[in-house]
């Protein structure tokens, strides 16, 4: 089964990497009606559950802006706000806050609605990072991330503050 898949993939396209792309160029929305099965003991929505649907979402903005696959390096932290109950929408918010050479930042928040009053609340947000693999597994360039607004520059300029603070704060382990 993996071994078809890997074959779909090989070779992967050619890409420019000269050519930079915006965050809009990759920013996405994916939502899903929580389940039973989706419940932990309280009733509520399990966190977990909400952990691998950003994780996901999150690498759909990373492999669209990269054009190659991805795997989770970090999740910088994860902020539980508020819970989801059963029967609301969560809906995990992503784009592209920050790209290196082959490692890609995205901003993830996460909402919950209530369809029957409308009500959107805020219940978690994060910074997953992600590196893209070239055939052999390993590290590859992506394009650059070039803002298309000032709107994007400016999201990109907070990343990169945010960024060097935690790298005082890490040092080397950084990254
Ligand atoms: C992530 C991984 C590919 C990095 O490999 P590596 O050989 O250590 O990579 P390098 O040191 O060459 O660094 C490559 C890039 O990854 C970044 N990186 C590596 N580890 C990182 C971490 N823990 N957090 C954030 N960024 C990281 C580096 O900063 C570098 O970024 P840049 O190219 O933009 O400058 C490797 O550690 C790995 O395979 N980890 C397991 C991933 C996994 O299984 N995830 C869960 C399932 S998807």
């Known amino acids: 089964m993996f071994d078809k898949f890997k074959s779909n993939l090989n070779p992967f396209p ?11 160029h990759s920013k996405s929305t994916t939502s899903r009606i929580m389940e039973v099965l989706d ?14 649907m950003a994780d996901e979402a999150a690498a ?58 409308g009500e959107i609340r805020m219940i978690a947000v994060s910074q997953i990072t992600f590196v893209a ?3 052999e597994g390993k590290p590859t360039p992506v394009p650059p991330l070039i ?5 994007e520059q400016i999201i990109i300029d907070k990343a990169i503050t945010r960024r060097n603070k935690l790298k005082q704060i890490l040092g080397n382990d950084g990254q």
């Open 14 to 24: 050619e890409v420019d990497f000269t050519q930079g792309k915006s965050i809009a």
């Open 39 to 52: 419940a932990n003991g309280h009733g509520n929505v399990h966190g977990g559950v909400i952990l691998r």
């Open 60 to 117: 759909i903005v990373a492999m669209k802006h990269a054009q190659r696959p991805v795997v989770t390096a970090r999740i910088d932290r994860f902020d539980f706000l508020a819970p989801a109950f059963i029967g609301n929408v969560v809906s995990i918010n992503c784009n592209l806050n920050y790209v290196g050479r082959s490692s890609l930042e995205v901003a993830v928040e996460v909402s919950a609605e209530d369809l029957f009053t």
């Open 133 to 135: 693999l070239n055939e």
């Open 147 to 151: 803002p298309a607004n000032a709107e």
